[in-house]
């Protein structure tokens, strides 16, 4: 599936991925290819992005609060914030 992360100045990811892990203002929830259509507010935390099925490649960032939308196979976020998370975190 397609994951976009987009901020207000510009876009910080662009690419196929195997799932995204979201901070949802309900708790945490993850996104797989397939997944229902859908739309969510997300509130500041992590956004882990899984590379691959085996979740050994991944890229996380520090967001502030957003919405998600999925549809058609495409995941796009859009944040007021991010930046690249510190390895190990």
């Given at each position: 599936?397609?994951?976009?992360?987009?901020?207000?100045?510009?876009k910080l990811?662009?690419?196929?991925?195997?799932?995204?892990?979201?901070?949802?203002?309900?708790?945490?929830?993850?996104v797989l290819e397939k997944h229902a259509p859908m739309v969510s507010a997300?509130?500041?935390?992590?956004?882990?992005v899984l590379k691959d099925k085996s979740m050994s490649d991944t890229t996380s960032y520090a967001i502030q609060g957003g919405f998600v939308e999925v549809f058609h196979n495409k995941v796009t976020v859009l944040v007021e914030g991010a930046v690249p998370a510190e390895a190990g975190r």
């Open positions: 599936m397609n994951l976009e992360i987009l901020t207000p100045e510009r990811y662009n690419g196929e991925v195997y799932g995204v892990q979201l901070p949802g203002v309900d708790g945490l929830f993850e997300l509130k500041a935390g992590k956004l882990k």
